[in-house]
C-alpha cells in the first residue's frame, strides 16, 4: 500500500520565509496548504512555483487571528487536502517599532494575536486528527528578538516569547502522543518586507554573527522541513535558532 501523502498547513505563506516553507515542505513531498491575508497573486504564485517543481499545492485566505477565519480555513483544507499533518505557524503582521511609552494595550494584543492566539487557534483545529494518527509536527515560527530582547519591539518581542512558552508547555502536554512541538528562531533574514533596509544596516548585522552572513529564507526552511519530517522524531520542545549563531 502507499503511505498517504502527508498534508503541510503553512500560514503566512505568500511571501518571504512562509512561500520557502511552502515550497521546502513540497519538496519533501507534502500537499501543502499556502495560507496569506490578502495577496491572493502571490500565493498564487507560491503555488504555482510548487505544482512547477511537480508537487501539490493549494491557496487559501484566511485571517488566522479570527477563531471563526482558522475553523473556515482548516475546514477547507482538510476538504481539499486531507487533514493536517504539519502544522508551521509563521504568519505575522505589521511589526511597527513602538517605543514603551507610547506602546499602547491595543499594539501589545495586536501582536499577541499573532503569536499566542493564532498559534491555539491553529493547533486546536489540528490536534484531533494528529492525536487520531497518532503523528503530527507543530512548529512555531519564532524570533532571535526574544532573546535580544530588540529595543522597541517589546510588544513583538513579548508575544514571541509567549509562542515559545506555548511550545515549549504543549511538547510536554502532548509528549507520547506521536506529535512533536517545536520552535524555529530566525536572525534578521531580507524578505520582501525589509527593502528599505539600508545595506549599510544589513552589513552591519551580518559582520556581528558569529558565521559572518545574513541567513537565507531557505536556511529557515531547511531547519522547518527537518522537524517536519519523521527524522526528527526523538525532538520536542526545542528551539532551534537559525541566525547563523548569532545568540550563542
Ligand atoms: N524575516 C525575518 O527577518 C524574521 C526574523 C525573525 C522572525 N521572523 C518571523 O518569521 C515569520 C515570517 O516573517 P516574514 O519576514 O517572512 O514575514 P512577511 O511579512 O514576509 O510575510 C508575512 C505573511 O503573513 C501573511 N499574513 C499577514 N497577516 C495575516 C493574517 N492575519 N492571516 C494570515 N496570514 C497573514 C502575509 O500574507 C504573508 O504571507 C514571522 O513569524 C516573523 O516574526 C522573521
Known amino acids: 500500500m502507499t503511505p498517504r501523502t502527508r498534508v503541510a498547513l503553512v500560514t503566512g505563506a505568500s511571501r518571504g520565509l512562509g512561500a520557502s516553507i511552502a515550497t521546502a515542505l513540497a519538496a519533501e513531498g507534502a500537499a501543502v496548504a499556502v495560507n496569506y491575508a490578502r495577496d491572493t497573486a502571490s500565493a498564487a504564485a507560491v503555488v504555482a512555483g510548487i505544482e512547477a517543481a511537480g508537487g501539490r499545492a493549494a491557496a487559501f485566505r484566511a485571517d488566522v487571528?479570527?477563531?471563526?477565519?482558522?475553523?473556515?480555513?482548516?475546514?477547507?483544507?482538510?476538504?481539499?487536502?486531507?487533514?493536517?499533518?504539519?502544522?508551521?505557524?509563521?504568519?505575522?503582521?505589521?511589526?511597527?517599532?513602538i517605543g514603551v511609552e507610547s506602546l499602547t494595550v491595543d499594539d501589545l494584543l495586536t501582536q499577541l494575536r499573532f503569536f499566542a492566539v493564532s498559534p491555539l487557534l491553529l493547533t486546536q483545529q489540528v490536534l484531533p486528527a494528529m492525536r487520531r494518527r497518532r503523528w503530527g509536527r507543530i512548529v512555531q515560527i519564532g524570533s532571535e528578538a526574544?532573546?535580544?530582547?530588540?529595543?522597541?519591539?517589546?510588544?513583538?518581542?513579548?508575544?514571541?516569547?509567549?509562542?515559545?512558552?506555548?511550545?515549549?508547555?504543549?511538547?510536554?502536554?502532548?509528549?507520547?502522543?506521536?506529535?512533536?512541538?517545536n520552535l524555529v528562531a530566525p536572525g534578521f533574514i531580507p524578505t520582501e518586507r525589509h527593502t528599505d533596509v539600508p545595506d549599510t544596516d544589513r552589513d552591519r548585522y551580518a559582520r556581528g554573527v558569529p558565521l559572518g552572513r545574513l541567513g537565507t529564507a531557505g536556511d529557515v526552511a531547511a531547519a522547518v522541513a527537518y522537524l517536519a519530517s519523521d527524522r526528527a522524531g526523538y525532538l520536542t520542545g526545542q528551539r532551534i535558532a537559525v541566525n547563523g549563531g548569532n545568540t550563542l
Open 65 to 97: 487571528t479570527d477563531p471563526a477565519e482558522v475553523a473556515r480555513l482548516h475546514r477547507e483544507v482538510v476538504a481539499e487536502l486531507g487533514e493536517v499533518d504539519v502544522l508551521v505557524a509563521n504568519a505575522t503582521g505589521p511589526q511597527p517599532e
Open 146 to 181: 526574544f532573546e535580544l530582547g530588540t529595543p522597541g519591539s517589546s510588544a513583538y518581542v513579548a508575544a514571541k516569547g509567549a509562542q515559545l512558552g506555548l511550545t515549549r508547555s504543549w511538547a510536554r502536554e502532548l509528549g507520547g502522543t506521536g506529535i512533536t512541538v
